[in-house]
T-cell receptor, first 115, second 115 residues
């Protein structure tokens, strides 16, 4: 069990640029989640995949945000035309398919800073 | 809609003191799951415990204990004989059985344990 892996750990970019983050879940986990955490706040849900299907999307996920999980393994989160308000920690989590309410295991996150 | 409130934004204790972190949740659903996560300075959210709404038994794990009371919609977390390594932000979270897979987090409590 190598844990949830996120890349990069830090991303600094200028406003208006596009950025893409990657998440590799725990290998046997078919469920994958993206959250956003701003300074001093709890994480907020963005979207959820079961295998390659994106089953839930939060209203926080504007049209500039897109997430994919093409082969049901790793996932990418892309933000187009970044804005100052996108500065946050982007967290990925995964959980196993067994039962319901199973714990989500989180990665270290990608910290995005918009200049 | 569901909500999680952690009224204590910051707590400071001296090593070896006991400390209780409060969590109050709101939901009209009867089936749900409650979680506690620890977020050390490194940023990764570490899963600590999960409780389902039908299991009100308190749980103890080493120096950690959890008190779940449906009557007051609370799921409090106590650390006995605190240590410096316990310093972190602690989050309480709620997941509803019939509302998808998202976790709703509280705002977190920053615990500082001083030597």
């Amino acid at each position: 069990d190598t844990g949830v892996s996120q890349d990069p750990r830090h991303k600094i970019t200028k406003r208006g640029q596009n950025v893409t983050f990657r998440c590799d879940p725990i290998s046997e986990h078919n469920r994958l989640y993206w959250y956003r955490q701003t300074l001093g706040q709890g994480p907020e849900f963005l979207t959820y995949f079961q295998n390659e299907a994106q089953l839930e999307k939060s209203r926080l996920l504007s049209d500039r945000f897109s997430a994919e999980r093409p082969k049901g393994s790793f996932s990418t989160l892309e933000i187009q035309r970044t804005e100052q308000g996108d500065s946050a920690m982007y967290l990925c989590a995964s959980s196993s398919p067994s039962g319901t309410g199973g714990p989500q295991h989180f990665g270290d996150g990608t910290r995005l800073s918009i200049l | 809609a569901q909500k999680v409130t952690q009224a204590q934004t910051e707590i400071s204790v001296v090593e070896k003191e006991d400390v209780t972190l409060d969590c109050v949740y709101e939901t009209r659903d009867t089936t749900y799951y409650l979680f506690w996560y620890k977020q050390p300075p490194s940023g990764e959210l570490v899963f600590l415990i999960r409780r389902n709404s039908f299991d009100e038994q308190n749980e103890i794990s080493g120096r950690y204990s959890w008190n779940f009371q449906k009557s007051t919609s609370s799921f409090n977390f106590t650390i006995t004989a605190s240590q410096v390594v316990d310093s972190a932000v602690y989050f309480c979270a709620l997941r509803l059985e019939n509302a998808g897979n998202m976790l709703t987090f509280g705002g977190g409590t920053r615990l500082m344990v001083k030597p």
